[in-house]
């Protein structure tokens, strides 16, 4: 439909009518003649446009999917990865929430994600030292206390 010397810059828009449907129409024929094969007719152009801006949409729709699938897969894995201190810790769970935590499984899964996140036993330890003992007014003499540092030691030292 260009030749060389013709360019869409220096072609005039013509405006046969001033129904916006018509001008729609000539403007999907203009921009879709552009980017598509030149032995195309205007109206198989149009007709064609209209099929790739829907493909265009569905496969960014698709993408879209696919990105959330692949977040919300993240998502669950990092939650297992942070939730392994509490899976390690499930067999007394019931017994540490109730006697450590006065029965608040909010306080004891907000304290195993600050534990989690200190990766190494010494600054486990300084965190229960100084932040969890203190803040649940733990006594750290009792039993239970006793077998809750013996399983976060365990756990992160092997």
């Known amino acids: 439909m260009f030749d060389d010397e013709d360019s869409l810059f220096n072609r005039p828009i013509k405006k046969a009518q001033s129904d ?5 129409s000539e403007n999907d024929t203009l921009a879709s003649s552009v980017f598509e094969d030149s032995s195309a007719t205007p109206s198989t152009s ?12 569905l496969s960014w729709q698709e993408e879209s999917e696919e990105d959330s699938l692949d977040a919300s897969t993240w998502e669950e894995k990092n939650d297992k990865q942070e939730n392994r201190l509490a899976q390690t810790l499930k067999k007394n769970r019931k017994k540490y929430i ?8 909010e306080d004891y899964l907000d304290v195993l994600e600050k534990l989690e996140s ?3 036993w010494p600054k486990v330890v300084s965190c229960l030292q100084k932040e969890v003992i203190p803040d649940y007014e733990i006594d750290m003499t ?10 976060l030691e365990k756990y992160f030292n092997d």
């Open 142 to 151: 009792t039993e239970i206390m006793v077998q809750f540092t013996d399983e």
């Open 118 to 120: 200190k990766f190494i």
């Open 98 to 105: 109730k006697k450590l935590f006065k029965g608040s499984e």
């Open 46 to 57: 149009s007709t064609t446009s209209a099929y790739d801006e829907q493909d265009s949409y």
């Open 20 to 24: 916006e449907s018509e001008e729609e």
